[in-house]
């Protein structure tokens, strides 16, 4: 049974979504504020959490940022807000998807199970070598670690799940539709902005310099592609 921790401090909201997401099959735990939600995240020790934005005293995107600093756990923010700006802060925080409100169960319930089988089955399907090298980038598809420089890289899983899907195909350009499909398992005309910010995450963390991308390459107009130039 998925564990999720909701942290949101709408009492009707907190207490409809754990509800919904209870009969959808999930183990649910709630909290009211973000000092609350990371306390819960040490105990409860959550598979996926539903991070309210807009949150008093701690911001959401504080708690995301916290969350990430020290754990992978999927994080799916629940917006009152369709601003652009928002959002692209939190998913650059490191917001794996989002959800705007007045959230929809089923749609919240499908987006959780979407991230958790990133995590779990994290696999593009396609017959690659068990372990990559590109220069100093080694990837290794069986274990599911990727390596910078000799170090260990942490990878969120729709980071990894988007590495996987375009280092697979070496040289191929996919658009952003495509790739949304391929590692949120959107399959309706999706947001950009969930892979942009991926991309720009993605990018920082296996040592890409800022306007200089060695392996995560950008075609203007269309998408990306992995690969030397």
């Not at 391929?182 to 999706?190: I, K």
Request: aromatic share 4%; proline share 4%.
């Amino acid at each position: 049974m998925p564990r999720v921790l909701i942290i949101e401090d709408d009492r009707a909201v907190r207490e409809g979504v754990r509800l919904a997401l209870r009969r959808q099959g999930h183990d649910v735990a709630a909290a009211v504020t973000g000092e609350d939600g990371l306390e819960q995240l040490r105990s409860f020790r959550p598979d996926a959490v539903v991070l309210d934005l807009m949150l008093p005293g701690m911001s959401g995107l504080e708690v995301c940022r916290r969350i990430r600093a020290h754990h992978q756990v999927p994080i799916i923010m629940a917006t009152a807000r369709g601003d652009d700006a928002d959002i692209v802060v939190g998913l650059e925080a490191g917001a794996d998807d989002y959800v705007v409100k007045p959230v929809r169960a089923r749609v919240l319930d499908a987006r959780i199970r979407a991230v958790l089988r990133r995590v779990g089955g994290a696999s593009d399907g396609h017959a690659t070598p068990r372990v990559e090298h590109h220069g100093d980038l080694v990837i290794d598809r069986a274990g599911l670690t990727v390596t910078h420089q000799g170090r260990p890289v942490a990878l969120g899983p729709s980071e990894l799940r988007l590495l996987l899907t375009l280092s697979a195909s070496a040289g191929q350009v996919f658009s952003r539709q495509q790739l949304l499909e391929a590692v949120w398992e959107h399959d309706y005309h999706g947001d950009a902005r969930l892979v942009d910010a991926c991309v720009k995450r993605l990018r920082a963390k296996i040592g890409e310099p800022a306007g200089q991308p060695r392996h995560v390459h950008t075609v203007r107009g269309f998408g990306y592609r992995f690969g030397a130039r």
